[in-house]
């Protein structure tokens, strides 16, 4: 009995590589390049008053504030991990009248910071007046998300950087978890706008 059952067992071992086939390192096929797992917030949001104005940020992320000068209020959102996503946002107060010069100077800047290259625009209005802009370019490696929002009196502006190793730094596969993430809670920001 113990004979056939031990030829039986050397049969199935013979073939199943990992019953003694052993292979030599240099048959071992290494295996591909992976992007880095990216773990973003999820949708959970909380409110931060800037200049006056409540703003709807990701309850996960850092968010330091600061003031320059009496109309200007500097504040980051920082998502960390991978690439060290921050979106800086300014909230600037100004007199009605000098709108347009505030709103013409930062489609001047995000104009120059997508340097030419195609973009998605998301344009809404809220009902409380608020009239908003996203422009995400997602073969830009350092500022792919990019809002301006304004009513009569308030301006914010707001970009999202990147600190991306050289190797990276134009493939937007490697940064869409990213891009999704902020797009998703600057989207939320401006529809929440009071």
Known sequence: MKAPLLAWLTAICAMTPSCGLHTSPSDTVPK???YP????????????????????????????????????????????????????ITVTEYNPGDAKGFIDNRRERMRLNLGGLSYELTELTTPSGWTCEMAVARGIPTTPVQILAYDSRHMISGALMLDIPDSLAYDPIATAPIIDAVTRDMTVMMKGLQ
Do not use: C, K, Q
């Not at 209020?73 to 690439?83: I, K």
């Open 32 to 34: 591909p390049m992976a």
């Open 37 to 88: 797992r990216l773990d973003m917030p999820d949708s959970v949001y909380t409110t931060v008053e800037a200049s006056g104005v409540r703003l709807l940020v990701n309850e996960l992320t850092g968010v330091s504030i600061s003031h320059r000068g009496s109309r200007n209020t500097w504040m980051d959102v920082s998502y960390g991990g991978f690439a060290s996503p921050t979106v800086h």
